[in-house]
C-alpha cells in the first residue's frame, strides 16, 4: 500500500513540473548545462530533444530501417553446443517534433546441433519482438511506453538492486549481460530537474527468466500481477547517489512439486524491494556501491523465504590507453533462519579498443561459492567493414560436479564464432 501511495503522489509531481517556470533559459536546458549532463544520463536512443534531431535528420524513415543478418556457432566441451541463424530489423528515429520510436525484431532458427533443438528434439524457428517503444518529450520530462528494459544499480555484474529485468539464459552471455536482458511491456516517466532525477516505472504483466525454450508452465501465487516503482537521483558533479523503491516478483520461478508429474509448474511470488545506490569518482577511479532490503526471498537449497539485506561493492579503472578494468562484489545476508546466508560472488571485468576501434577486446570472470564454480570468457570483436563484423570467444569453467546442473549454461571449454552481416 506504501508504495501505491508513493506511486501516486510521484505522478502528481511528475504532472506539477510542466507548471513550472523554466529557469535555465529558452534554450535547451540539456544542452546548456555541460556539467550537468556528464552526470545525468538517458537511456541508449532515448534523447529529450527531437526537434535537432529531425533537423539534422531530414532523412525518409526506410532509410533508417536496418537489417541484420547473423550466424553463431559455439563448440563445447561438457555440453550440448550452438548453432543458430538469425535476422533482425533495427529502426530508431524521431517521428514528430517530440516523439521518438524504436523497434528492434528478430526471427531466429535453430538447427539439429543446437543446444536447444536438441532439448525440444527438432529444429524450429523462433520470432522475438525485443523492443517497440514510442516516447513523448515535453518539457523535462519523457514518457516511455511499449516494450523496453530497464536497469538500476552502479556495480556490474551483481544484482542487488539490478532485479527489474529478467534474463533470457538461452542466449549466450559472453562478456555483457545486456546480451540477455528480456525487455518487458512498461510504461516509463523520467522527469529532469536541477540536478535530480525522478523516474517512475509500471510494468502490468512482467515477465520471469527464461531458463529453456521447453519449458513454459510459469505461475504466479499471487492475484494482481503488476510491478511498479519509484527512483529518486541526486547528481554531482563527480558524485551521484540514487533511493529506489519498488514492488516485484521473483525473475526465477521456484520449481513446485505435484503428485501428478505432468502438473508440475514454476511460480513466481511477489517481493518489496528497497535500494540505494551511490558512485563517486576520483580520478581515473570510480567508486560504486549498491544496498539493497527484499522482502520474501527464497533459498533454493532449502526452500525457506526470509527477508534479505544485500551488498554489492566495486571499483572501475580507466587508464591512459583507454583500457577499462572493473571488479565487484556482492553479498546477501539472511534475516532469518541461521545458515541460510549466501556466500559471495566476485566478479571482474576488462576492456579495450584497438586499430581505430576496429577491434574489441572484452574480459569477463565470475568467482561463486554458491552454486560453485569458476568461469572467465575473453571475446574479440572485429569490424571488418562497415558491413561485416567478426567474433570469437573463449570461456573456460571450473565448475563443482554437484552445483552443474544449477549452472546449465556454463561448458567446461567453449569457443564461439559469430559472423555478422548488417544491410
Known amino acids: 500500500m506504501w508504495l501505491k501511495i508513493l506511486l501516486f503522489l510521484s505522478v502528481l509531481f511528475s504532472l506539477c513540473v510542466h507548471a513550472q517556470e523554466n529557469t535555465v533559459g529558452e534554450t535547451d536546458w540539456l544542452l546548456e548545462d555541460d556539467e550537468f549532463t556528464s552526470v545525468i544520463e538517458m537511456e541508449p536512443g532515448k534523447p529529450l530533444d527531437f526537434e535537432l534531431e529531425k533537423v539534422a535528420n531530414p532523412s525518409p524513415w526506410w532509410q533508417e530501417l536496418k537489417t541484420t543478418l547473423q550466424q553463431d556457432i559455439t563448440k563445447a566441451q ?17 517521428l514528430y517534433p517530440g516523439l521518438y520510436f524504436q523497434m528492434q525484431t528478430h526471427y531466429r532458427y535453430f538447427s539439429h546441433r543446437d543446444v536447444q533443438a536438441i532439448d525440444k528434439g527438432k529444429t524450429y524457428g523462433r520470432s522475438k519482438v525485443q523492443q517497440i517503444w514510442l516516447q513523448y518529450s515535453q518539457d523535462q520530462c519523457a514518457y516511455t511506453l511499449g516494450r523496453q528494459t530497464l536497469v538500476w544499480g552502479e556495480v556490474d555484474g551483481t544484482f542487488a538492486v539490478d532485479v527489474l529485468t529478467p534474463f533470457d539464459f ?4 559472453f562478456t555483457d549481460y545486456n546480451d540477455l536482458r528480456v525487455a518487458q511491456d512498461m510504461l516509463l516517466v523520467d522527469c529532469y530537474l536541477s540536478q535530480k532525477l525522478i523516474q517512475i516505472f509500471y510494468t502490468p504483466k512482467p515477465k520471469t527468466n527464461v531458463i529453456s525454450h521447453s519449458v513454459t508452465n510459469v505461475g504466479v501465487n499471487e492475484s494482481g500481477w ?36 505432468d502438473d508440475f509448474q514454476f511460480e513466481s511470488e511477489k517481493f518489496n524491494l528497497a535500494g540505494l545506490s551511490a558512485s563517486f569518482a576520483k580520478g581515473r577511479l570510480l567508486y560504486k556501491g549498491d544496498l539493497a532490503y527484499k522482502s520474501n526471498q527464497v533459498d533454493v537449497p532449502t526452500a525457506e523465504k526470509n527477508s534479505t539485506v544485500e551488498l554489492a561493492l566495486g571499483i572501475e579503472y580507466s587508464t591512459l590507453d583507454n583500457q577499462k578494468i572493473n571488479s565487484g562484489y556482492w553479498q546477501v545476508e539472511s534475516l532469518g533462519s541461521e545458515g541460510n546466508d549466501r556466500p559471495g560472488i566476485f566478479t571482474l571485468g576488462w576492456s579495450q579498443q584497438y586499430f581505430h576501434d576496429d577491434l574489441s577486446m572484452s574480459l569477463l570472470g565470475n568467482i561463486s561459492q554458491q552454486p560453485e564454480y569458476q568461469n572467465v570468457t575473453l571475446l574479440g570483436v572485429y569490424k571488418i567493414s562497415d558491413v561485416y563484423t567478426f567474433s570469437c570467444a573463449l570461456s573456460l569453467a571450473n565448475i563443482n560436479e554437484e552445483d552443474k546442473v544449477l549452472v546449465a549454461g556454463l561448458a567446461d571449454r567453449a569457443v564461439s564464432f559469430s559472423f555478422k552481416a548488417e544491410i
Do not use: C, H
Open 78 to 94: 561438457g555440453s550440448d553446443g550452438v548453432e543458430r541463424s538469425k535476422i533482425q530489423l533495427d529502426y530508431e528515429g524521431p
Open 170 to 173: 538461452t542466449e549466450q552471455l
Open 226 to 261: 503488476e510491478e511498479f516503482g519509484i527512483r529518486f537521483k541526486l547528481a554531482y558533479p563527480g558524485f551521484d547517489l540514487s533511493f529506489m523503491l519498488a514492488q516485484l516478483y521473483w525473475n526465477m520461478p521456484v520449481y513446485i512439486p505435484s503428485v501428478n508429474q
